[in-house]
């Protein structure tokens, strides 16, 4: 039973253009979510969160969108850079243990040149 | 200021064979996480330890695998008899105190082990 889907197995976009990665969940007691951003070869490393009492975060060039009737998630890259090239994976916890994450599958993301 | 280091980072056991994978957590972490990720899936949580202590192991198969986080020392997840499916990546993660987002938890570069 996934309860954090990540649909699109990959994305690819133009330099300088949008990123736009999605994510889904089914647990309602989820009120906490994150996006990690994995290199190969390396650990996760957090990018940006958002608590379930906001519809939207912003950090530099990422911003994460919360829709809490839908139970859907986006991450908004603007503009994208070969740098950003990675597995993005989604998170999201439950209050009252905040320590435990539950992992969607990954979109792995190219930015082209 | 060195992460969470872990090692080996690559580990081969055969069938049978004990695995022991360490975790030295960020200096004044005390809390600690292992996840594992098996291929074309996400990480999935198995255990949260404290110093000398379990908090929650419910992510953990509740046969041949164990952890333990003592006074001195890393953290060793311990995988006894490997099967191929236990053939993933292992990731640990450590944070500084009880309560604390998990935007606080650092990785680790993870020890992939392979069972042939």
């Known amino acids: 039973d996934q309860q954090v889907k990540q649909n699109s197995p990959s994305l690819s976009v133009q330099e300088g253009r949008i990123s736009i990665l999605n994510c889904d969940y089914t647990?309602?007691?989820?009120?906490?979510f994150l996006w990690y951003k994995k290199y190969p070869a390396e650990g996760p490393t957090f990018l940006i969160s958002?608590?379930?009492?906001?519809d939207k975060n912003e950090d530099g060039r990422f911003t994460v969108f919360l829709n809490k009737s839908a139970k859907h998630l986006s991450l908004h890259i603007v503009p994208s850079q070969p740098g950003d090239s990675a597995v993005y994976f989604c998170a999201a916890s439950e209050m009252g243990s905040n320590y435990k994450l539950t992992f969607g599958k990954g979109t792995l993301l190219t930015v082209n040149p | 200021n060195a992460g969470v280091m872990q090692n080996p980072r690559h580990l081969v056991r055969r069938r049978g064979q004990e695995a022991r994978l360490r975790c030295s957590p960020m200096?004044?972490?005390?809390?600690v996480y292992w996840y594992r990720q098996l291929p074309e899936e996400g990480l999935k949580f198995m255990v949260y330890?404290?110093?000398?202590?379990?908090?929650?192991e419910s992510g953990m198969p509740k046969e041949r695998f164990s952890a333990e986080f003592p006074k001195e020392g890393p953290s060793i997840l311990r995988i006894q008899q490997v099967v191929r499916g236990d053939s993933a990546a292992y990731f640990c993660?450590?944070?500084?105190?009880?309560?604390?987002?998990?935007?606080?938890?650092?990785f680790g570069q993870g020890t992939r082990l392979t069972v042939v």
């Open positions: 330890l404290q110093k000398e202590n379990i908090i929650d």
């Open positions: 958002i608590s379930s009492i906001k």
């Open positions: 993660a450590s944070s500084p105190g009880q309560g604390a987002r998990n935007t606080e938890a650092f």
């Open positions: 200096k004044g972490h005390s809390h």
């Open positions: 647990n309602s007691m989820f009120d906490y």
